[in-house]
C-alpha cells in the first residue's frame, strides 16, 4: 500500500499536503469540522520529531499562529517599525505590551479557537462575529476572486532528456515531443484553468489579470532542458460593486 501511494505520488496522482493549524485544532479537539484521523497521524509523526507528545505539538502550533497573527496585524498598523522590534515585545523580552485603540475583528472558520491566546498577546477588544465562519467566503463573492494553477513539466526519461516531456496538470497528464511545446501548452492549460474559474464566479475580461511564474531546477553542469519546471499561473479577479 505505501509503495502505491509514493507511485502515486510521484506520477501527481496525489497531492502531498502539509499539516496545517486547522489539523492541529482538530487534534486539540477544539475544532471538529472534519474527521481527524489524518490530522492525528500528521500530529504524532511530527511531534516525535520536535521530541513532542501529539498535544504539545498541536499547543505549540496553535501558539505559534495567534503570534503570526498578532505580528502581521502589529507590523501592518505600526508602519516603520521593525518588525525585530514587534516581535521582541511579543516574545516577552521586554516588560511590555500592546494596546490597540480599535477593535480587532476576526474572521475565517476556527478563528474562535485562536482568541484567548491573541487576547494574551495584545491588549484590544477582539470581536468574533456571529457568522465569523463565513466571512471569508462572502469576501470571496463581493470582492476579489483568486485562483492558482501549478503545473509541473518533466523529460519522460533522464536517459533522453531532450526529448519527449511530460506535463502534469490539473486533472491531465499529456506528453509532447518538446520542451517549448510542453511549456507552451502548460500555459495554456494553467490560463485556461484560471479563466473557466473566473467565468463560474461570474468574472470576466477587463475584471481578470493573469499572471505566470516559472521556476525551473537543473543540477550543475546539466546542458539540456530543465530537469523539472514547476509552472505558477495566477488569476486575480475583482468585482465591479455596485452600492
Excluded at 505549540?60 to 498578532?70: D, E, I
Excluded at 518588525?83 to 490597540?100: R, W
Excluded at 475583528?105 to 476556527?110: A, D, N, T
Aim: aromatic share 6%; net charge positive.
Amino acid at each position: 500500500m505505501r509503495y502505491k501511494k509514493r507511485v502515486e505520488i510521484k506520477k501527481r496522482l496525489v497531492q502531498v499536503i502539509g499539516f496545517t493549524p486547522t489539523d492541529a485544532l482538530h487534534v486539540l479537539g477544539e475544532y471538529t469540522a472534519w474527521r481527524e484521523e489524518a490530522s492525528r497521524t500528521g500530529a504524532e509523526r511530527l511531534g516525535r520529531l520536535m521530541r513532542m507528545t501529539p498535544i504539545e505539538f498541536c499547543t505549540a502550533v496553535k501558539k505559534k499562529v495567534a503570534r503570526n497573527m498578532a505580528l502581521h496585524l502589529l507590523s501592518y498598523i505600526l508602519t516603520g517599525v521593525p518588525c525585530e522590534s514587534i516581535e521582541k515585545i511579543l516574545d516577552g523580552d521586554y516588560p511590555a505590551k500592546f494596546k490597540l485603540q480599535l477593535p480587532v475583528v476576526l474572521l475565517g472558520g476556527p478563528v474562535r479557537a485562536h482568541r484567548k491566546e491573541l487576547e494574551e498577546l495584545i491588549d484590544a477588544d477582539i470581536l468574533v462575529p456571529e457568522h465569523a465562519e463565513v466571512g471569508n467566503a462572502v469576501g470571496a463573492l463581493v470582492g476579489k476572486g483568486i485562483k492558482r494553477a501549478e503545473i509541473l513539466i518533466r523529460p519522460e526519461s533522464l536517459m533522453s532528456p531532450d526529448r519527449d516531456f511530460l506535463v502534469f496538470a490539473p486533472g491531465s497528464r499529456l506528453k509532447f515531443e518538446t520542451y517549448s511545446k510542453a511549456l507552451e501548452k502548460a500555459t495554456e492549460i494553467g490560463k485556461k484553468l484560471v479563466e473557466d474559474y473566473m467565468k463560474e464566479c461570474g468574472l470576466s475580461g477587463n475584471q481578470v489579470e493573469i499572471s505566470s511564474e516559472k521556476k525551473t531546477v537543473s543540477p550543475d553542469g546539466w546542458n539540456h532542458p530543465p530537469m523539472e519546471t514547476n509552472l505558477l499561473v495566477v488569476g486575480v479577479g475583482m468585482r465591479e460593486l455596485h452600492v
